[in-house]
């Protein structure tokens, strides 16, 4: 898993690199290769590093779980197998609604609404990994949008996660305050739908958008797709580079969320977290090619379909 991370992290230090090659600059060319080969090997240092601080936190835990999931796998464990998967195929075509779509899934066949979201904040760590990879092979990703994503994700990924753990009684009004906006913004998207070719705004404060996302992702155990896709989407953004984008710095809002939470309180259900993984992994591939062959229009009204729904359920959860 640590190679396939390194492995991961060379193909992002490349994406944030612009390495095309000027005409007939051959010194030009070698000197930037040599740049980036020292970046590559600064990012594997620091990645690795990170990697061995949080096994260290947690390697008694983690090597106690896993010998209990290892003795008692049941057909419990392909039931959250085929919830990962289905969530992952939702969230890797549309660009959202993992968490949304999993916690259902698994809350009901009776796992606690606890359970779920510690769960599946842990597994998207892997399943936004493989997604991230995926929408990069199929080359569905804008590189001006990531960058513009990345870090204020990750920052607000960080704040809402720390603030969640000493306010969460506040997480009942966020929730369907996150759900009218995005409600209202897949009504926008399903009118834009109706144009072959909807016009594009320019999006302004993508920054402040990916913050404001990250940090909503972690109050509310998920946002991040419904608020930064759906909002970019109804601005008129094509569905395809979107989704790759918005997936692929998931992958580093879900890492920085997760480790906050391990952090402030604990880890565990490592038997639905190794199921949901599994069937993540199996389905980011198959959603990130269903992204790269379908047209936009389809995709904009299913986009619209999904939170619209999404939302509604989230309204109406918060109500009762």
Not at 69 to 78: K, M, Q, R, T
Not at 89 to 114: E, H, N
Not at 171 to 183: C, G, K, M, S
Not at 199 to 225: C, E, H, Q, Y
């Amino acid at each position: 898993m640590v190679s396939e991370f390194l492995f991961f992290t060379i193909l992002i230090s490349d994406l944030m690199t612009d390495n095309t090659p000027k005409d007939n600059a051959e010194d030009e060319v070698q000197l930037e290769k040599k740049i980036l080969s020292r970046r590559k090997i600064i990012v594997i240092t620091l990645v690795s590093a990170m990697i061995l601080i949080v096994c260290a936190f947690f390697f008694d835990e983690i090597k106690h779980e896993g010998k209990a999931l290892w003795s008692n796998i049941g057909p419990e464990f392909f039931i959250f197998v085929l919830g990962g998967f289905i969530a992952q195929m939702i969230d890797g075509s549309l660009g959202m609604a993992y968490g949304v779509s999993a916690s259902t899934f698994l809350m009901s066949f009776g796992v606690s609404p606890a359970a779920a979201s510690a769960s599946i904040h842990a597994s998207e760590i892997f399943t936004s990994g493989v997604s991230g990879l995926s929408h990069l092979k199929f080359q569905n990703v804008n590189k001006r949008l990531f960058k513009s994503l990345l870090i204020p994700g990750v920052l607000g990924a960080i704040a809402g996660a720390y603030l969640l753990s000493a306010f969460e009684e506040y997480n009942t009004i966020i929730r369907p305050v996150v759900a009218t906006y995005t409600l209202i913004l897949g009504i926008v998207i399903i009118i834009k739908a109706r144009n072959i070719q909807p016009k594009r705004r320019k999006t302004k404060n993508v920054p402040a958008l990916a913050g404001f996302g990250g940090f909503m992702d972690s109050i509310g155990g998920g946002g991040w797709g419904p608020i930064v896709a759906t909002t970019l989407i109804a601005r008129g953004r094509n569905p395809r580079y979107t989704i790759g984008s918005v997936n692929l710095a998931e992958f580093f809002v879900s890492f920085a969320s997760s480790v906050t939470f391990f952090l402030s309180i604990g880890i565990g259900y490592f038997q639905i977290i190794a199921g949901l993984i599994l069937g993540g992994i199996i389905a980011a591939p198959i959603a990130a090619m269903l992204v790269a062959k379908l047209p936009v229009k389809k995709m904009l009204v299913v986009v619209g379909v999904v939170v619209i729904i999404v939302s509604l359920r989230l309204i109406a959860l918060s109500i009762l």
